[in-house]
């Protein structure tokens, strides 16, 4: 079987963010936009996320995950530019997205997400009612949402129940088949912090700890990473990439994505990552590879 290329972008965080209208800066929004003027528009950078995507296409996967943060505070001009954004990596059938924390900022626009991205959230049943399922050559990518609005200064994610008895039933439905699968989450199953975590983290991990997946990608965090959580036939790997669109600053490397090359043998998978940086010159090149499977 010949191997299938899978690319990982997450959190672009699309600058430059539109003005917005004085009735959209409340409670929320109003700090975030605050942020952004002071803070955030230093490093998320449009020259930055342009040059990545040139060498996401450049690199021609055979199709690009995307986990979340496309916007910044879910203004109502953002989603027609994210929309803009997506339709320039690829067509629908060739890019798989998921909404983050940052696309449900705020309760008025908590579901635009799905609205404006319907054709890259859908599965294959053309129902964006998470989980969603789209198979891409031996994949089955599974999309679940971990978005919803929270209160100022709280950046947490959750699955809820309904949501995972929904992604128990499909994995169980998985299990005898032949697939690659790969569950696409915004939130980190580990995080540190109180303020930005997976509430259900446990309940999940313990979900795949009964059923499994080959892979999970992850975004959030805005940094590199690899763990590894249990599984029913050996360790997972979840792995995390930097913000599509930032500048190095602090702990936070500069934008990144991956490439996963993922094939099968008579009685296995494998899997390898390959790492794309870009640098201060805004050039993209490889900086690592780790075989993951």
Same mark, same amino acid.
């Given at each position: 079987m010949p191997s299938f290329t899978l690319a990982h972008v997450s959190d672009p965080h699309l600058? @430059?963010?539109p003005k917005p209208r004085v009735s959209?800066?409340?409670?929320? &929004?109003?700090?975030?936009?605050?942020?952004?003027?002071?803070?955030? +528009?230093?490093?998320?950078?449009?020259?930055?996320?342009d040059a990545l995507t040139k060498d996401v296409t450049a690199q021609a996967p055979d199709h690009i #995950?995307?986990?979340?943060?496309?916007?910044?505070?879910?203004?109502?001009?953002?989603?027609?530019?994210?929309?803009?954004?997506?339709? $320039? *990596?690829?067509?629908?059938?060739?890019?798989? #997205? *998921? @909404?983050?924390?940052?696309?449900?900022?705020? &309760?008025?626009?908590? +579901?635009r997400f799905t609205e404006a991205f319907a054709d890259y959230v859908s599965g294959d049943d053309n129902d964006t009612a998470f989980p969603t399922l789209r198979r891409r050559g031996p994949l089955a990518? /599974?999309?679940l949402s971990s978005a919803l609005p929270t209160p100022p200064f709280m950046a947490t994610g959750t699955l809820g129940r309904a949501q995972l008895e929904r992604l128990a039933r499909l994995l169980a439905e998985l299990a005898n088949e032949t697939v690659f699968r790969v569950l696409m989450v915004h939130h980190p199953l580990q995080s540190t912090s109180r303020i930005k975590r997976l509430t259900d983290s446990a309940k999940l991990t313990a979900l795949l700890r009964r059923h499994g997946v080959e892979l999970i990608l992850h975004g959030h965090d805005h940094v590199h990473s690899i763990i590894r959580i249990d599984g029913p036939n050996? $360790? *997972?790997?979840?792995?995390?990439?930097? $913000?599509?669109?930032?500048?190095? +600053?602090?702990? +936070?490397? @500069?934008?990144?994505?991956n490439i996963y090359r993922i094939e099968r043998d008579n009685v296995s998978w494998?899997?390898?990552?390959?790492?794309? $940086? /870009?640098d201060e010159k805004l050039h993209v090149e490889e900086i690592g590879r780790t075989r993951l499977m």
């Open positions: 600058p @430059p963010l959209e800066l409340l409670g929320k &929004r109003a700090l975030g936009y605050l942020n952004w003027t002071r803070n955030r +528009h230093k490093y998320h950078r449009r020259e930055v996320v #995950a995307v986990t979340g943060d496309l916007v910044n505070l879910a203004l109502n001009a953002e989603f027609a530019l994210a929309l803009a954004w997506l339709q $320039s *990596i690829g067509r629908p059938d060739r890019v798989t #997205a *998921i @909404p983050g924390n940052h696309d449900a900022y705020v &309760r008025a626009t908590r +579901h990518l /599974i999309g050996g $360790s *997972i790997p979840v792995v995390g990439v930097p $913000s599509a669109s930032a500048l190095a +600053h602090g702990r +936070h490397p @500069p934008a990144a994505y494998r899997c390898e990552q390959v790492v794309r $940086s /870009i």
